[in-house]
Nanobody, 118 residues
């Protein structure tokens, strides 16, 4: 059974930092590209950051220079380091795993809430 379990969401003040984690089980971690998405109330889910199985990364323009995605193959975990947080970063953040060759093998976590507010 595939599981993606996110953690690290919290209430933080503007300008603060958080690190989200997503622990994967039930998949061959190295065969999957990983990503973080977010969904704010009343808005569509959007891609925040993506990392390939080989470690190549890309980011939404709105988070470039502030967020960093990374992966630890020894722990089957992907991280999202978020710095200089803004109120507009408030959303539920979801972890995503997509097989590098079989795109239909795509899995989602349950989400973790990030709230940026003073």
């Amino acid at each position: 059974q595939v599981q993606l379990v996110e953690s690290g969401g919290a209430l933080v003040q503007p300008g603060g930092s958080l690190r989200l984690s997503c622990a994967a089980s039930g998949i061959i971690f190295g065969a999957y590209d990983m990503a973080w998405y977010r969904q704010a109330p009343g808005k569509q889910r959007e891609l925040v950051a993506h990392i390939t199985s080989g470690g190549l990364t890309n980011y939404a323009d709105s988070v470039k220079g502030r967020f960093t995605i990374s992966r630890d193959s020894a722990k089957n975990t992907v991280y999202l380091q978020m710095n200089s947080l803004r109120p507009e970063d408030t959303a539920v953040y979801y972890c995503n795993a997509r097989h590098t060759l079989v795109g239909s093998r795509t899995y989602w976590g349950q989400g973790t809430q990030v709230t940026v507010s003073s």
